[in-house]
């Protein structure tokens, strides 16, 4: 059964072929530990689509980003990464948008993608990682990033990445399992403790897989300084606020545990709807959708599959929900 797209999906993935060949010059045969690396096709993703009632997917580039090249190569497999997914934009109206991929941990390369991804490409946000080659989003070096991104009031999407460390226990299992969560959970402790949120209130975040553990730490998150006085310096003003103003996508989310945590700490204004297509399969985006409707009434659900995403969306709020020219 097709049915009448309408959602907006903001955690979306795709994998331009430039992307793909730009890991096989780099020899890299393994992108994310443990994680089989799928196929994908514009044909088969709209196809996707359709099927299951989304309109748009704002797409963006995983793990590991450009982490497998340095310098100006970086830069130029965000390029080219940019430009293809800006051409999937064009070739296929009111269906897709896009989070630029940037080349950190350069920042003067990043705020170069950025200017040409918003202004020349018209992306929709930019897309970041939790650690980029090991350094955290609340490090010092990033703030001109968070800077100028709270200038622009752009939107950003953060996708969990591999942790560096290289001596943790993996247990034979996929990075992606438990460590992509944990690494969500640490990059949010690190905007909080670092005072990047206090000194940016206004950015538009949006975090991963309902946050990873965050939602359900978030009570726990706030005693540092209870823990050690010493870090009362570094204590957010609200931390809990704090939280509350970031946005939540449902990817690998979408059941009633982990949404229940979810909507204790934030309004369903913060929700939005993503499936993680196609690092996980058809069936999961099935069953992302099932969990919703079961979760939500029906103006909470209509605003996490659509409404909340067009508020922060311009672009995309103004195509008609019904218009899906393939």
Same mark, same amino acid.
């Given at each position: 059964?097709?049915?009448?797209?309408?959602?907006?999906?903001?955690?979306?993935?795709?994998?331009?072929?430039?992307?793909?060949?730009?890991?096989?010059?780099?020899?890299?045969?393994?992108?994310?530990?443990?994680?089989?690396?799928?196929?994908?096709?514009?044909?088969?993703?709209?196809?996707?689509?359709?099927?299951?009632?989304?309109?748009?997917?704002?797409?963006?580039?995983?793990?590991?980003?450009?982490?497998?090249?340095?310098?100006?190569?970086?830069?130029?497999?965000?390029?080219?990464?940019?430009?293809?997914?800006?051409?999937?934009?064009?070739?296929?109206?009111?269906?897709?948008?896009?989070?630029?991929?940037?080349?950190?941990?350069?920042?003067?390369? @990043?705020? !170069?993608?950025?200017?040409? $991804? %918003?202004?020349? &490409?018209?992306?929709?946000?930019?897309? *970041? #990682?939790?650690?980029?080659?090991?350094?955290?989003?609340?490090?010092?070096?990033?703030?001109?990033?968070?800077?100028?991104?709270?200038?622009?009031?752009?939107?950003?999407?953060?996708?969990?990445?591999?942790?560096?460390?290289?001596?943790?226990?993996?247990?034979?299992?996929?990075?992606?399992?438990?460590?992509?969560?944990?690494?969500?959970?640490?990059?949010?402790?690190?905007?909080?403790?670092?005072?990047?949120?206090?000194?940016?209130?206004?950015?538009?975040?949006?975090?991963?897989?309902?946050?990873?553990?965050?939602?359900?730490?978030?009570?726990?998150?706030?005693?540092?300084?209870?823990?050690?006085?010493?870090?009362?310096?570094?204590?957010?003003?609200?931390?809990?606020?704090?939280?509350?103003?970031?946005?939540?996508?449902?990817?690998?989310? @979408?059941? !009633?545990?982990?949404?229940? $945590? %979810?909507?204790? &700490?934030?309004?369903?204004?913060?929700? *939005? #709807?993503?499936?993680?297509?196609?690092?996980?399969?058809?069936?999961?985006?099935?069953?992302?959708?099932?969990?919703?409707?079961?979760?939500?009434?029906?103006?909470?659900?209509?605003?996490?599959?659509?409404?909340?995403?067009?508020?922060?969306?311009?672009?995309?709020?103004?195509?008609?929900?019904?218009?899906?020219?393939?």
């Amino acid at each position: 059964m097709t049915l009448e797209p309408h959602r907006i999906d903001v955690h979306h993935h795709v994998i331009p072929e430039v992307y793909l060949q730009a890991l096989d010059r780099a020899g890299v045969s393994d992108p994310i530990k443990g994680v089989a690396y799928p196929r994908w096709s514009a044909e088969d993703d709209l196809d996707l689509m359709d099927r299951h009632g989304i309109r748009t997917a704002v797409v963006s580039i995983t793990a590991p980003g450009v982490a497998f090249v340095d310098g100006a190569q970086a830069a130029h497999v965000a390029r080219a990464t940019n430009d293809a997914m800006a051409q999937l934009i064009t070739d296929h109206p009111g269906r897709y948008g896009a989070f630029a991929l940037v080349p950190l941990p350069d920042v003067d390369a @990043a705020l !170069r993608e950025i200017d040409y $991804a %918003l202004d020349v &490409l018209g992306f929709d946000g930019v897309g *970041l #990682f939790t650690n980029h080659r090991g350094t955290y989003l609340g490090d010092p070096h990033f703030e001109p990033i968070f800077a100028a991104l709270a200038e622009r009031d752009a939107l950003i999407h953060v996708h969990p990445a591999t942790p560096s460390a290289t001596d943790q226990p993996g247990f034979g299992l996929p990075t992606s399992l438990y460590e992509f969560p944990f690494d969500t959970t640490r990059m949010v402790a690190n905007l909080l403790y670092s005072g990047t949120l206090d000194r940016h209130p206004g950015l538009r975040i949006i975090l991963s897989h309902a946050g990873g553990t965050v939602p359900f730490l978030a009570q726990r998150l706030t005693y540092a300084a209870t823990i050690n006085p010493q870090l009362r310096g570094r204590q957010p003003r609200d931390l809990l606020a704090s939280l509350r103003r970031l946005y939540y996508d449902t990817a690998m989310s @979408a059941n !009633r545990p982990t949404l229940s $945590a %979810l909507t204790a &700490l934030v309004d369903t204004d913060h929700i *939005l #709807f993503g499936t993680d297509y196609p690092f996980m399969p058809e069936s999961t985006a099935a069953e992302t959708i099932a969990g919703v409707q079961e979760f939500f009434g029906t103006d909470a659900l209509q605003a996490v599959e659509r409404g909340n995403a067009a508020a922060l969306l311009p672009r995309l709020a103004r195509l008609p929900a019904a218009e899906a020219g393939g």
